[in-house]
């Protein structure tokens, strides 16, 4: 059974940084590729970036290029989100998902 744990949300000002963490259980963590969605108040699923079941490449979509790192351990079944110079925009519930599941998120608030 897919299991996809989320944590490391909070409320962080404009300019601030956090980090998600997304533990897997329940499937070959390795074999996957993985990503991150999110969900802004009101608004419908958005997707942030996805990384390579190796973790050799990654893709993210425009609005958080160059301040969003993702990463994976594959060692500790663990997915990583790295947000830098984070916006009001930013604002939302972050998912980690995979080909079949998804987490039930985390809370991310940037605000002054």
């Known amino acids: 059974q897919v299991q996809l744990v989320e944590s490391g949300g909070g409320l962080v000002q404009p300019g601030g940084s956090l980090r998600l963490s997304c533990v897997a259980s329940?499937?070959?963590?390795?074999?996957?590729?993985m990503s991150w969605y999110r969900q802004a108040p009101g608004k419908g699923l958005e997707w942030v970036s996805s990384?390579?079941?190796?973790?050799?490449?990654?893709t993210y979509a425009d609005a958080v290029m160059g301040r969003f790192t993702i990463s994976r351990d594959n060692a500790r079944n663990t997915l990583y989100l790295q947000m830098n110079s984070l916006k009001p925009e930013d604002t939302g519930v972050y998912y980690c998902e995979m080909a079949d599941g998804r987490g039930q998120g985390t809370q991310v608030t940037v605000s002054s």
């Open positions: 329940g499937f070959a963590f390795e074999d996957y590729v």
């Open positions: 990384i390579t079941s190796g973790g050799i490449g990654s």
